[in-house]
């Protein structure tokens, strides 16, 4: 007959760690691949998500901002529809209200013949010359840079007219870029 053998605890004890072994490489080989992935593509998407998240709550605090930049530009965007001579007669009045809201006197204003055609816009310059005192060219070129219509300062010269009176003569150019 056959005898039962009875392990001992060393003997029990290293069949307990072999088995443990073999079911943890046995996990590790054919489960554990599969749950890493679904947390990686899990984690993968959170990101992308707090990604998009951050980026609409930068836009949602700008809100404000942009809304108001829109208003400000609604006169700009409005001009595609426009033709040339409307166009450069609000050019030409934007440049006269924002020299003598400067303070200053328009001795020359001449808007340049043809626009210049791009692919995207049509650009449309007015060539001006200008009688101010030093704080008034300043309060210009404020103004300038703040207009409704976006316009830009292509050229500009300051030649000094009369020192006792610190009068300076501006020449320049500003110009549009109306979309197509």
């Known amino acids: 007959m056959l005898k039962k053998i009875k392990p001992k605890k060393k003997e029990i004890l290293l069949i307990y760690i072999t088995v443990g072994v073999l079911v943890s490489l046995f996990f590790d080989r054919f489960f554990l691949p599969g749950v890493q992935s679904r947390f990686k593509g899990s984690h993968d998407r959170m990101t992308r998500e707090e ?13 404000d901002e942009i ?3 829109y208003e400000f530009c609604k ?7 426009a033709n040339e001579n409307q166009i450069v007669a609000e050019l030409l009045k934007e440049v006269e209200t924002i020299v003598t809201a400067a303070g200053g006197i328009v001795v020359n ?11 995207y816009y049509r650009k449309y310059s007015v060539e001006f ?14 103004k300038v ?12 010269v300051v ?12 020449d320049g150019v500003v110009s549009l870029a109306v979309p197509n």
């Open 109 to 119: 204003l001449n808007p340049n013949d043809e626009p210049r055609g791009f692919e």
């Open 75 to 81: 006169l700009y965007l409005g001009n595609r529809s």
């Open 67 to 69: 809304l108001e930049e």
């Open 51 to 63: 990604l998009r998240l951050k980026r609409n709550l930068r836009i949602q605090s700008r809100k």
């Open 159 to 170: 030649v000094e007219m009369n020192k006792q009176a610190s009068i300076l003569r501006v």
């Open 129 to 142: 010359r200008l009688e101010v005192s030093f704080e008034e060219m300043l309060e210009f070129l404020d």
């Open 145 to 156: 840079r703040k207009s409704k219509f976006l316009i830009k300062l292509d050229r500009l």
